[in-house]
């Protein structure tokens, strides 16, 4: 019976979507592997720098250290030493190219449809690496049906190699909502709305500009809370004025913003999934989001709609929900109702199913 290992090099990553993605799936898969004949699976992770999770889960899974390089080098010339004698997860766009058996989850097609938005480095190494997993055995996986057509689209290769495992939101309602940062910016007790991004510019949250102003004439500020990593992104959006920006906030944090304020706005250009949305819709905080394809397929009529080539629809939007406590209270049920849709039990579920058919 084959092993089952999962490309821990997320735990040397900053916490982003991506990563977020497999560490939950990471402490789900481990929660579900009791019903499994055999071994849990184990993290494998580089040993140089050591392994920090840094706030991200490994699930109580075990971590075994390979080798003495770290990075995309440890990914294409270590981990595959060890993966090789089994079945190997990958969660996090990218995995060795020449790793037998694997599954790898390719979260969007975004460095292709959103060139500008990120560094010619990163942006030239994405591409080469995934137009050769695609070519390669791998099992691919990604978030939506949408980021699927997208991923065929870019990388030349059939839907039907692609399967589509949505992701989760219990982790925010995991958290117990730490309030001190509502007293520390002075929203306690008082109207706002929140918006959750990095400043990479298909995020778009310099488009908030007109909702900022709108809101601040009424005296309800625009919190924004994100941070941006300068190595991957090829510039930054300016922030809209005036707006409150709270920086990089902890789940527990999190979970409180999303609790307190009077609206979610999610103004990107291109996502291939949306987890904020659900996070806030799970928190029971109305949504207001950009129409586009990624957003629609996963809030679907949980959410209110604006064009993002067209900023005053948001002002509009977040106006209506402010301006009506009925639309708001309805929005915020459909919400509750649609997070439910979205767990990463059952995420962890189809990819357990998968790396058993692989290991048989």
Known sequence: MLPVFINGRYLTQHLSGVQRFAGEIARAMAASWATVDGPPPVLLAPTAPPPSAGGLSTGGLSVKGVGKLGGQIWEQAELPRVARSGVLINLGNTAPVFAGRQ?????????????????WKFRLWYRALQACLVRSDAHLVTVSEFSRSELSRFLRTPESRISVIPEGAEHILRETPDAAILDRNGLSGKPFVL????????????????LAKALAARGVPLVISGGVNSSVFSATASLPEPAKYVGRVTDGELHALYRAASCFVFPSLYEGFGLPSVEAMACGCPVVASAIPALEEISGDAALYANPAVPDEFSAQVLRILDDASLAATMKAKGLKRAQDFTWVKAAERLKQMALELRA
């Open 103 to 119: 599954i790898v989850v390719l979260h969007d097609a975004a460095v292709f449809a959103q060139p500008g938005g990120y560094s």
């Open 195 to 210: 918006a959750v991004g990095n400043l990479a510019p298909h995020k778009n949250l310099a488009g908030l500009g007109n």
